[in-house]
C-alpha cells in the first residue's frame, strides 16, 4: 500500500501553525485566548464585591438579615414569574 504524501497528521500540523490559528485553538472560536479584560477597570468591581467581607468585622442586626431574607424571595419570585409570563405565555 503506498504511503500519502499528505497525511491526515502532516496537514493538522500545518493547518495549526497557521496565522488563524492561536495556541491550538482558531482564533475566531468562542473559546480562543482573548485580551479584552480592561484590569485598571475591573478593580472598582473586585473591591466592592470584597468589601462585602467587612460584614464579618462589623456585624450584622437581626432586621438586616431578615430584610435581606425577605427581599431574597421577593427578587427570586419576581424573576420566576417573568421568566414563566416571557417563554410561556408569550405576554411581555
Not at 26 to 48: C, E, M, S
Not at 55 to 75: E, S
Amino acid at each position: 500500500m503506498p504511503i500519502l504524501a499528505s497525511s491526515p497528521t502532516s496537514r493538522r500540523s500545518t493547518v495549526r501553525s497557521s496565522p488563524e490559528w492561536e495556541n491550538g485553538v482558531p482564533k475566531h472560536h468562542p473559546h480562543a485566548p482573548h485580551d479584552d479584560i480592561v484590569y485598571p477597570a475591573a478593580i472598582p468591581f473586585v473591591l466592592v464585591h470584597v468589601a462585602c467581607f467587612g460584614a464579618i468585622w462589623t456585624g450584622v442586626p437581626k432586621q438586616a438579615l431578615w430584610v435581606a431574607l425577605a427581599l431574597y424571595f421577593v427578587r427570586m419570585w419576581a424573576i420566576t414569574a417573568g421568566y414563566h409570563r416571557y417563554f410561556s405565555d408569550r405576554s411581555y
